[in-house]
RNA sequence: GCGGGAGUGGCGGAACGGUAGACGCGGCGGACUCAAAAUCCGUUGCCCGCAAGGGCGUAGGGGUUCGAAACCCCUCUCCCGCACCA
């Protein structure tokens, strides 16, 4: 059938009757480049109001994929779409063109990750432009142009002024053999992703950018955040993670060197006097103060951490300690002190390293309590329980209730308790009530060369200095070697090399380079004025900030987002824009899928080179042999279950590909792509042209009222399709409008079967009507076919669909002459009766009542209420 | 475990609390053709019935309502995210 269809879709440019997409689309592409339908002014002066269209920008892999042809799709159907209706559209593109890849390319194939970088921008580029996007692309930048990443340096540099970066030290994934930090998701199984080394955590001083100082307000503001799915917004609430407890600090009995207690951050001061043992994490300083002089504490300090690496976390559910032999007082219990442990499930991370363990309300805690011996004094009552007989088994009370064996706070419920706990912690200086985050500050510093160099300077006598705004950007070496592991730009021989800018004498660069994150934290704000020799121009964030649509993939949603996020609010702060949030909606796509398949050996298979059969079974093309059809899954090189845009498009076009990519399901769905799908949405964009191709330019003016019912059917159609299309689009389902435009056409081809008859009046009129009506409602989805039949209709006008407003349903004309009204007896239907619109409730019911089928299901029975909505229902109610 | 989302024909999916299954794919039957493709027409939730018609039906069970796929309660299944966060 592919193979077929594949013939027909190459014979189109030789048959007039055809739409010939591969001459019809590269001629529309370059009409809309060349009249500039797309571009706007940084400020414009146009009086429209604004919108601000963006997708995700690409890392330029050198290939689109069909993730792009879905974002791209939605995001341009939005874009036409706002325009047609008088909004002045943003819709720029760029490329997150920083990043690994390159610098793999380097080392594997010699090429310069510049070179590879630009090479694989302009393929992709090309490509993208064959999809026939609306895009400004007089805005166009990658991140790697020392332009931008000059930019991004300056506002770097602001942010350190304003007191949001900091320099220290912290723990990093370090690969001994590449030379190079890992992030958490390069390390598999304890080994670097592409050295197969274990990774060693090592303690280096790094770029950290304050987003915690933003926290309260990240979080605070979610809730404006209307128009974002709701699971993102739970995702980064989770991520910042909020709670609410008391700090407070166990003295030691004897003191370790200088260290004379040990802080702790907790959720329940309530459960203070349920205190069993205090357990550190094996990174905190008094375990490693402990182990200094402890060789048992050193090695299972070495043991965790050799763990801890791994992720293991999964397969080392299992809790284990080390007892210290130290003891801590308890603020609330004088006297009793408790034993200090170091244990394996305490987070260095979180808090401060360290908590104290209330077994009998904590599971952590139980289940180490349990394993080591300690004891599990309840102290928190659940309701109805017995204090005379209550004990903790396996399973820790966590929940509310009433405070005993606890002194001062007995008989209070939990949440007074936690109140009066740290009133008490407050009163005694031990501690205090403190609101506690889970983000940590994002370090920013890559040991890297394929990235954006941090503008910083280290000098023996002064220290870290900015290098100046005037000195910017600092560009990357091009002269970089990969042979050797590490960073290139340390193994450079003189870049690093630099005059102290404050003290002239010789320092050294910061080597270092800026998380791909961070070009990305702020690249919607220089797409509204793209060439400013600023980072960006006040007027022109001002005016087109926040993004109006934001499109992109679920797996962005807490990084990227909270990233750009914080950034938008830090660049406020340093008198860059105005705005708070970057992106006042925003929509996730889902997935595009295919089918996957594999030989009997367990080879995997591309799926042209899958052949299937009449009965269902599959086949290798080329050698017959069998092929077991697998899941449907995300598309993946590893699984080959991938379609090529590239491919789609040269054998049915852009516009087959966005129909059917829009058509399948909800965008927000995981959709699967077939070749059955593209195959019938190829067929309906040749039947599309075959309906506008019956029909003439009517004669203007309008016949007046001179419409025959053929006409008037078709009017109403029409104009029904407008709305429905018009409400569809407006709601994101773009399935449902490829529905609507679907029953348009069939309400066309109905109209043209009766226009072979004589005597239509107003028919040639209504048709006409309903091919220019049609050539704007699929214009967002279809945009070179819509081009191709309105030029059709006006071959002598200079005018483009993607330069016509949206059209205007007339109410008139959705007024129906009559509708069909249910009938119900106790709910159920029992028939249809056809009725003129807003009939009176009385001539409704009778004629329900009378209606055969109905009238028998009522016969004998005694009617004792009649519902009426009106041209919808009527159900009779009847007495038994 | 916690959180979020989803369960509707063979499939993708429609459906302001008001005729469930729009629209498409697929299937079946037919027209055109020497034949095929393309195109066009009809049909297509399940069961009973010659038909008229009737029964069942939106994961399952209850409830609210004249009327529930939709609202409420309980249960089940699947997908996604987070996961020793003290």
Not at 131 to 152: I, K, N, V
Not at 471 to 479: G, Y
Not at 485 to 501: E, I, T
Not at 873 to 879: G, L, M, P, R
Request: proline letters at 7%; a negative charge.
């Amino acid at each position: 059938m592919s193979d077929t269809l594949a013939i027909a879709a190459e014979k189109a440019g030789s048959e007039p009757a055809r739409f010939d997409f591969a001459a019809a689309e590269p001629r529309w592409q370059q009409a809309w480049e060349r009249r500039g339908c797309f571009r706007v002014a940084d400020v414009p002066d146009d009086g429209l109001p604004k919108y601000y269209v963006l997708e995700m920008f690409p890392y330029p892999s050198g290939k689109i994929h069909m993730g792009h042809v879905r974002n791209y799709t939605l995001g341009d159907v939005v874009a036409r779409y706002k325009r047609a209706r008088g909004f002045s559209v943003l819709h720029p593109m760029g490329w997150d063109a920083f990043g690994l890849p390159a610098e793999n390319a380097a080392r594997e194939r010699g090429v310069h990750p510049a070179r590879w970088t630009y090479d694989n921008i302009a393929a992709m580029r090309a490509e993208l432009q064959r999809m026939g996007l609306s895009l400004d692309w007089s805005r166009e930048f990658a991140t790697c142009d020392p332009e931008y990443y000059g930019h991004q340096q300056k506002l770097f540099l602001d942010l350190w002024r304003a007191g949001l970066v900091e320099r220290r030290e912290s723990w990093v994934n370090w690969d001994p053999v590449d030379g190079t930090v890992l992030a958490n998701e390069q390390v598999i199984e304890g080994r670097g992703w592409r050295s197969g080394a274990p990774v060693e955590k090592k303690l280096l001083s790094q770029w950290f950018l304050r987003i915690t100082a933003y926290a309260p307000e990240l979080l605070s503001a979610l809730d404006g955040l209307e128009r974002w799915p709701e699971r993102v917004r739970v995702m980064q609430a989770k991520w910042i993670g909020r709670s609410e407890g008391a700090k407070l600090r166990f003295p030691l009995l004897r003191p370790v060197g200088s260290i004379e207690g040990v802080e702790v951050y907790t959720t329940r001061p309530d459960t203070l006097m349920g205190m069993s043992f205090l357990a550190l994490a094996p990174e905190h300083p008094l375990a490693a103060a402990v182990a200094e002089s402890d060789p048992q504490a050193a090695a299972f300090i070495a043991e965790c951490r050799r763990l801890g690496t791994s992720e293991a976390v999964i397969e080392t559910a299992e809790k284990r300690g080390f007892d210290t032999g130290l003891c801590v007082d308890n603020p609330f219990l004088p006297g009793q002190t408790s034993p200090v442990w170091i244990a394996n499930f305490v987070l260095m991370e979180y808090g401060t390293g360290a908590i104290f363990g209330c077994p009998a309300h904590d599971q952590r805690d139980l289940d180490f309590a349990r394993k080591y011996a300690l004891p599990v004094p309840p102290v928190v009552l659940p309701p109805g329980a017995d204090p005379a007989t209550y004990a903790i088994g396996d399973t820790a009370y966590v929940g509310p209730g009433v405070m005993f064996n606890s002194g001062f706070l007995d008989g209070l419920d939990t949440e007074a308790a936690k109140r009066a706990a740290i009133a008490e912690l407050e009163r005694q200086g031990a501690g205090k009530g403190e609101v506690n985050w889970r983000l940590r500050d994002w370090g920013v510093s890559r040991q890297r060369y394929w990235g954006c160099p941090i503008p910083m300077i280290h000098c023996d006598a002064c220290g870290i200095v900015a290098v100046p705004d005037s000195a910017l950007p600092v560009r990357l070496p091009e002269d970089v070697t990969f042979d050797r592991p590490g960073n290139p730009l340390d193994n450079h021989p003189s870049w690093r090399h630099v005059a102290c800018p404050e003290c002239g004498r010789p320092a050294r660069r910061e080597t270092d380079t800026f998380d791909v994150f961070v070009d990305s934290a702020w690249y919607f704000a220089r797409f509204c004025s793209p060439r400013a020799a600023v980072p960006m121009a006040r007027d022109a964030v001002d005016h087109w900030l926040p993004v109006d649509q934001y499109i992109g993939g679920i797996e962005h949603a807490i990084l990227h987002l909270l990233y750009s996020r914080f950034f938008t609010r830090a660049m406020r702060d340093t008198g860059h824009l105005a705005e708070r949030e970057p992106f006042a909606g925003l929509f996730t796509q889902g997935m595009v899928t295919h089918e996957s398949y594999r030989t009997a050996d367990g080879k995997w298979l591309y799926p042209e080179e899958v052949e299937r059969q009449p009965d269902g079974s599959a086949i290798h093309r080329d050698t017959g042999e069998p092929v077991s059809v697998g899941r449907v899954e995300a598309m993946s090189k590893s699984k080959r279950n991938t379609v090529d845009p590239g491919a789609i498009i040269t054998r049915f076009g852009a516009d087959t590909a966005r129909w059917f990519i829009l058509s399948d399901n909800p965008p927000d769905r995981d959709m699967e792509w077939t070749e059955a799908g593209v195959s019938g949405v190829f067929r309906f964009t040749q039947r599309l042209f075959r309906l506008a191709e019956a029909v003439e330019a009517a004669p203007t003016p309008a016949p007046g009222t001179g419409f025959g019912d053929a006409a008037r059917t078709l009017r109403r159609a029409t104009h029904h399709a407008i709305k429905a299309v018009t409400d569809a689009l407006e709601s994101f389902a773009f399935n449902v409008a490829v529905a609507r435009v679907h029953e348009f056409a069939n309400a066309m081809a109905d109209a043209e079967k009766v226009a072979e008859a004589p005597d239509h009046p107003g028919l040639a009129w209504a048709r006409t009507e309903a091919v220019e009506t049609l050539a704007r409602l699929i214009s967002p989805m279809m945009p070179h076919l819509a081009e191709e039949i309105h030029a059709r209709l006006h071959p002598e006008a200079e005018s483009l669909v993607a330069e016509l407003s949206w059209p205007e349903a007339d109410p008139a004309w959705l007024a129906v002459e009559s509708v069909t009204i249910a009938v119900q007896v106790m709910g159920r239907l029992r028939g249809t009766i056809t009725m003129p619109p807003g009939a009176e409730a009385g001539d409704v019911v009778a004629a329900a009542a009378v209606e055969p089928n109905v009238a028998r299901a009522l016969q004998g029975k005694r009617v004792i209420k009649r519902v009426h909505v009106p041209d919808r229902i009527v159900n009779f109610v009847v007495a038994e």
